[in-house]
């Protein structure tokens, strides 16, 4: 269900860009959750965006034309598990440009089996970690014994290595998951504090940012990609 706002006239608005009318539309209301929206995971290449939120279930978007894509239910067997984070594989959009070899018509297909990864909560409060295709279909999932408070990407290329999924629990651990089944790999620590926020770069370095403030690089070794930026604080 979709409603928008009028279009505004150019004539309304007195910004200009290199000597053309700038046309400003209204805001655009999307519906489908039933319950507060919690996170947001955005492909920009891709055009889509993912939605999550307390009622446990998240939904595609297409921003091309601002509609309704596919929902991704919550467990049939789960009543109540609202969706804490959410993330888009960030190689979505590079696969499938591969594959077709002709312009993104905004079509999802089902040859990618790790593009969609949320933790939920189940009813005995521990984080369930669940993964799906990009067509919603279910693949994996595990239950995490600590709180997850992030989790994160890595950016290899398909045919090199299969993209890792990071997560930051309590204590500062960062689990390290294979996107393809989320088999545990290892895991690292990053210290006594929290992890505030985790991110993969382009460059196959982990960065996480603690509560007592510091910023940890981690590096992977045998990964194919573009030089380091800072190989003076990364970690091995």
């Not at 290199?18 to 919690?38: C, F, K, M, Y």
């Not at 492909?43 to 596919?70: H, M, Q």
């Not at 573009?226 to 604080?233: D, E, H, R």
């Amino acid at each position: 269900m979709m409603t928008s706002a009028a279009t505004m006239s150019p004539h309304d608005s007195p910004l200009q860009k290199d000597g053309a009318d700038l046309q400003w539309s209204g805001p655009t209301v999307l519906v489908r959750h039933t319950n507060e929206i919690t996170c947001i995971a955005l492909s920009v290449e891709f055009k889509t965006v993912a939605t999550a939120g307390k009622d446990g279930t998240a939904v595609i978007w297409d921003l091309n034309n601002l509609s309704y894509v596919r929902t991704i239910e919550r467990p049939a067997e789960i009543h109540h598990s609202p969706i804490t984070l959410l993330r888009t594989s960030p190689k979505l959009a590079y696969n499938s440009k591969k594959r077709n070899n002709r312009q993104l018509s905004g079509t999802l297909t089902e040859e990618n089996l790790d593009d969609f990864v949320n933790v939920s909560v189940n009813p005995n409060g521990k984080p369930i970690l669940r993964l799906h295709s990009a067509n919603a279909r279910y693949v994996q999932h595990i239950v995490h014994e600590d709180l997850t408070l992030g989790t994160s990407y890595s950016y290899i290329t398909e045919g090199v290595g299969v993209n890792v999924i990071a997560t930051a629990a309590e204590g500062g651990i960062v689990g390290l998951w294979p996107s393809c089944n989320l088999n545990f790999i290892t895991e690292i620590i990053a210290g006594m504090a929290n992890i505030s926020s985790i991110i993969y770069s382009t460059h196959q370095h982990l960065v996480v940012l603690t509560k007592e403030s510091p910023i940890q690089v981690w590096e992977t070794d045998g990964l194919c990609g573009n030089s380091p930026k800072f190989p003076q604080i990364a970690y091995k």
